[in-house]
């Protein structure tokens, strides 16, 4: 069966609807969405597109994706900016997040919306009960001091930028630059971005242009480690041994 063809009938389930249900809103014969499910057939493009845009689900994760390896809560609760966001659990149904090398950071902004790039990345488990989708960033330079370049900020995704709360931190993801993490403020149709470390000056980024929001939950300082301890088998080793310092950045 194709990837196609299960995720549509793992995402009618999910909808708790039947064939015939699914067919009359696709506006298809019930015999031709089953020949779908059961991957004798695949649907044209244009259709593809209608039953992406009736589950809320991106085409290329309908296309590329195992949806059956995603918690099903996470897989309907679906915000505006991003469309697909997999929660990853390991065999004991705990939660994975996963985590961005200081290395393939520039990467990033490429691949984030891309499934087969975020299956490649590395993953972790957090010492503490997690609800919604995380991820941890590395952190570049000294503008967000006392976090030091090469530490590690873990981030809850924002579905919506109205969710923003002003003074808060948050990694954000934009076209122009990348990955920042910052001190932020709405300001109308526009985010204002501030460093903890006053030599650096506020800057301000359309709303449009943010492609992702994650909240800062933890960070992990590396400040104590060599710079060749400062490795992906280093920080994991550290993770694993639960070595994430659990102190919100003061305002």
Known sequence: MSKIGKNIGLLRGLKKLSQD?????????????GSYE?????????????IADFFHIAIDAMVRADLSKTDPDALMKIGKNRILFPIIVDKDNNDMLEVVPIKASAGYLNGYGDPNYVEKMPLMKLPFHVTGKHRAFPIKGDSMLPLKSGSYVIGKYVENIDDIKNGNTYVILTKEDGISYKRVFKKGNELELHSDNKEYKPY?????????IWEFVCCLHLSDKKEEEVNMEGVMKMLRGLQVEMERIKK
Do not use: M
């Open 21 to 33: 249900k699914l067919a009359t809103e696709l506006d298809i014969p019930r015999s031709r969405l």
């Open 38 to 50: 059961e991957g004798r057939a695949e649907p044209p493009y244009d259709l593809l597109i209608k």
């Open 204 to 212: 301000k980024v359309k709303a449009a242009e943010v492609l992702e």
